[in-house]
């Protein structure tokens, strides 16, 4: 059974700190994806990656940047967290080969900054 | 660009009712299309997903889709729901070119009440 797991459910920040969350999945996909998900506004993708040290941005990049050391983590880096990147942020992975295309996906992480 | 539409942010239904959350999508090219749900305070979960063949598409959970494309459409069904439907539902396309990347709509919440 696939498992992708975000390392914090809850996050309460302070304007201006630097945020990590991080994502790990146990199925040896090779591509994963961080999101934010708003209230009528579906999911956004941020970034997402296809290989390790490989990263593309999605469609709301901006005040956000990634890192993947290994294939299994894919943190999400808040350079300096503002208010509005209050959200909740969901991590996902897929595999790159095979014909199921389905992603993967974490149980969340709800990010406050205050 | 692909975008995804779904029409009704919310929809009330009563239990054993049946329940039609509708979906549109729009691309150039093929696409592959899924149904995600979400229940509260967890990720995202795969319902069903079209990639080719049978324009019908069953699901977990009694759920089952088709695929229009004169219409371009992907609209969700269930015939008799049940208070544990209660989720947010989430629509997605991805171009068969480049499957690792999904489209999100902007989500249906449905609301089932006794």
């Known amino acids: 059974d696939v498992k992708v797991t975000q390392s914090s459910r809850y996050l309460v920040k302070r304007t201006g700190e630097k945020v990590f969350l991080e994502c790990v999945q146990d199925?040896?996909?090779?591509?994963m994806f961080w999101y934010r998900q708003d209230p009528g506004l579906g999911l956004r993708l941020i970034y997402f990656?296809?290989?390790?040290?490989?990263?593309e941005k999605g469609d709301i990049p901006e005040g956000y940047s990634v890192s993947r050391e290994k294939k299994e983590r894919f943190s999400l880096i808040l350079e300096s967290a503002s208010t509005n990147q209050t959200s909740m942020y969901l991590c996902?992975?897929?595999?790159?080969?095979?014909?199921?295309?389905?992603?993967?996906f974490g149980p969340g992480t709800r990010l406050t900054v205050t | 660009a692909q975008s995804v539409t779904q029409l009704d942010s919310q929809v009330p239904v009563f239990e054993e009712a049946p329940v039609e959350l509708r979906c549109n999508y729009s691309?150039?090219?093929?696409?592959?299309l899924f149904w995600y749900v979400q229940y509260p305070n967890q990720g995202l979960q795969l319902l069903l997903k079209?990639?080719?063949?049978?324009?019908l598409v069953k699901g977990i959970n009694g759920f089952e889709a088709e695929f229009n494309k004169s219409q371009t459409s992907f609209h969700l069904r269930k015939p008799s729901v049940h208070i544990s439907d209660t989720a947010e539902y989430f629509c997605?396309?991805?171009?068969?070119?480049?499957?690792?990347?999904?489209?999100f709509g902007t989500g249906t919440r449905l609301q089932v009440t006794l």
């Open positions: 997605a396309s991805t171009n068969t070119g480049t499957a690792s990347k999904l489209t």
């Open positions: 990656s296809y290989d390790v040290k490989m990263k």
């Open positions: 691309s150039s090219v093929s696409v592959y």
């Open positions: 079209y990639l080719s063949g049978s324009t």
């Open positions: 996902a992975s897929s595999a790159s080969s095979g014909d199921s295309y389905e992603q993967y």
């Open positions: 199925m040896d996909h090779e591509n």
